[in-house]
């Protein structure tokens, strides 16, 4: 069964940091892009990066360069997003999905980040 | 970047009836492959979302054959031959041809 389980959210101050992570099992994860997608509360969904599965080619979308920073350790199988300089904006799902624009498309259950003074 | 418009907002629907939803793009999203980079997704309530089409008319799989998807230029339609009660949610498209990859600001279909 394939699962995708992100963890690391959680009440965070503005200006702080978070690091989310995110295990995938039950496929070849090293065979696969993954991205990270946010849905602020109530809102839609968001795309903000993706990674191939080398893991050297990484791409944000303009809101999240800078701030906002994918990696993956295949060995873990495990995909990461390094939050820098946390903003109240920042409040939301953060979705881990595998082969998001393709057919094995699959989403995790998510993790939620809240950003509050 | 490439502006998805998705609609109707809010679909009110009856067990057993069609029901249709219709997203544009504001590019063309023909890859040189020949093939659509436009999918749908639906996101039941309090789940994440899931893949129903791929490839803008390919059902993903384990999807219901009630589920179809279509295309003409830049405009898509998702379409539901009998909606059941569990059809109920959000529906989103989402092009994948151009990064950023853009989605559709969504559709909420519900039981009349």
């Known amino acids: 069964e394939v699962q995708l389980v992100e963890s690391g959210g959680g009440l965070v101050l503005p200006g702080g940091s978070l690091r989310l992570s995110c295990s995938g099992s039950?496929?070849?994860?090293?065979?696969?892009?993954m991205s990270w997608v946010r849905q602020r509360p109530g809102k839609g969904l968001e795309w903000l990066a993706n990674?191939?599965?080398?893991?050297?080619?990484?791409y944000y979308v303009d809101s999240a360069k800078g701030r906002f920073f994918i990696s993956r350790d295949n060995a873990e199988n495990s995909v990461y997003l390094q939050m820098d300089s946390l903003r109240v904006e920042d409040t939301a799902i953060y979705y881990c999905?595998?082969?998001?624009?393709?057919?094995?498309?699959?989403w995790g259950q998510g993790t939620l980040v809240t950003v509050s003074s | 970047d490439i502006v998805m418009t998705q609609s109707p907002v809010s679909l009110p629907v009856t067990p057993g009836e069609p029901a249709s939803i219709s997203c544009r793009s504001s590019?063309?999203?023909?890859?040189?492959?020949?093939?659509?980079?436009l999918q749908w997704y639906l996101q039941k309530p309090g789940q994440s979302p899931r893949l129903l089409i791929y490839?803008?008319?390919n059902r993903a799989s384990g999807v219901p054959d009630r589920f179809s998807g279509s295309e003409s230029g830049t405009d898509f339609t998702l379409k539901i031959s009998r909606v059941e009660a569990e059809d109920v949610g959000i529906y989103y498209c989402?092009?994948?041809?151009?990064?950023?990859?853009?989605f559709g600001g969504g559709t909420r279909v519900e039981i009349k």
């Open positions: 999905v595998r082969d998001l624009g393709n057919s094995q498309a699959f």
């Open positions: 039950g496929f070849i994860f090293s065979s696969f892009w």
């Open positions: 990674i191939k599965p080398a893991g050297i080619d990484k």
């Open positions: 590019q063309s999203l023909l890859h040189s492959d020949g093939n659509k980079y």
């Open positions: 490839l803008a008319s």
């Open positions: 989402m092009q994948a041809l151009h990064s950023p990859l853009t």
